[in-house]
Antibody, heavy 120, light 111 residues
Framework: QVQVVQSGAEVKKPGASVKVSCKTSGYMFTGYYMHWVRQAPGQGLEWMGWINPNSGDTKYEQKFQGRVTMTRDTSITTGYMELRSLRSDDTAVYFC?????????????WGQGTLVTVSS | QSVLTQPPSVSGAPGQRVTISCTGSSSNIGAGHDVHWYQKLPRTAPKLLIYGKTNRPSGVPDRFSGSYSATSASLAITGLQAEDEADYYCQSYDSSLSAVVFGGGTKLTVL
């Protein structure tokens, strides 16, 4: 079955970078876009952008432009999200999610989430 | 301030019906972009409940249904159960922002 498994929790200092991985299995990796969404403590869901695993093309939400890079390694069916110049308000759970098979902008399934804590 | 507006909270007794509204604008729901609904339990990933305004993924009970009109959408939950207590989010695409947008989330309490 389709599985999406993310890397473990990270603790980073302000100004550092973090790279979260999203290992997929059970479907054609290059056939579905991968999206990244985050949720800060006590806050709602926030979309960060997408990557086309086939071409490597990306689209980032304007708020994250210049600080985020989404990449993929098709040989191991894994996507990555790197966020740089971390601030305390980047503390959040980061999710990867696949485009739904019938609707590009619906997300299913999701990874389990990766907690990134930014603290000095 | 979220682009899509949801009530912060709703509640209902077991067995009752509740609805959660999602109000957008002419650049998202009103532009014909699909609306999707997610259920979010603490410390778990969001779960897709409704996609394309009214469609249920396989495995989602038919107690959950979606509807829409003009610039808004709604999620209805019938036969409320204790396990339905969660946060619910609507999501769409906004043409003006060229971005995916979420509602602020609605906390459902089963009394």
């Amino acid at each position: 079955q389709v599985q999406v498994v993310q890397s473990g929790a990270e603790v980073k200092k302000p100004g550092a970078s973090v790279k979260v991985s999203c290992k997929t299995s059970g479907y054609m990796f290059t056939g579905y876009y991968m999206h990244w969404v985050r949720q800060a403590p006590g806050q709602g869901l926030e979309w960060m952008g997408w990557i086309n695993p086939n071409s490597g093309d990306t689209k980032y939400e304007q708020k994250f432009q210049g600080r985020v890079t989404m990449t993929r390694d098709t040989s191991i069916t894994t996507g990555y999200m790197e966020l740089r110049s971390l601030r305390s308000d980047d503390t959040a759970v980061y999710f990867c999610a696949r485009s739904h098979e019938n609707d590009f902008w619906a997300f299913d399934p999701w990874g389990q989430g990766t907690l990134v804590t930014v603290s000095s | 301030q979220s682009v899509l507006t949801q009530p912060p909270s709703v509640s209902g007794a077991p067995g009752q019906r509740v609805t959660i509204s999602c109000t957008g604008s002419s650049s998202n729901i009103g532009a014909g972009h699909d609306v999707h609904w997610y259920q979010k339990l603490p410390r778990t990933a969001p779960k897709l409940l409704i996609y394309g305004k009214t469609n249920r993924p396989s495995g989602v009970p038919d107690r959950f249904s979606g509807s829409y009109s003009a610039t808004s959408a709604s999620l209805a939950i019938t036969g409320l159960q204790a396990e339905d207590e969660a946060d619910y989010y609507c999501q769409s695409y906004d043409s003006s922002l060229s971005a995916v947008v979420f509602g602020g989330g609605t906390k459902l309490t089963v009394l």
